[in-house]
């Protein structure tokens, strides 16, 4: 991606990676959906925050049911699309780059 995000965008990245795995396949699962969302927005409300979780996830192929329920709630906390397929594209990319023995990042 050409917009590397700030230092503080990251650590908010990170929490919310962690968090809505949990929410969304881990020992959180079970709480209701609109529980789930406020439980991000504790965390962040960024728009930007949420579409930069939410790529990689755009990115798998081949779609996971796990991806799909993390996406479904990145969406509805409000997840930024341009940002999330931009991080998507540059994921692709990197896989492919990977796949030719080229650099990562």
């Known amino acids: 991606m050409s917009d590397l995000p700030s230092s503080a965008t990251r650590m908010a990245v990170a929490e919310v990676s962690g ?27 960024d728009p930007a925050v949420f579409g930069h979780v939410l790529g990689p996830y755009l990115a ?3 779609p996971t049911a796990g991806g799909a329920a993390v996406a479904e709630l990145l969406r509805a906390a409000g997840a930024d699309e341009t940002v999330a397929a931009a991080n998507a594209e540059w994921q692709r990319g990197r896989r492919e780059r990977e796949r030719r ?4 990042g």
Not at 101 to 104: K, M, N, Q
């Open 60 to 62: 798998e192929d081949p």
């Open 101 to 104: 023995g080229g650099p990562r």
């Open 19 to 45: 968090h809505v795995v949990r929410l969304a396949y881990g020992n959180l699962s079970g709480m209701p959906f609109p529980r789930k969302i406020e439980s991000l927005w504790q965390i962040s409300q």
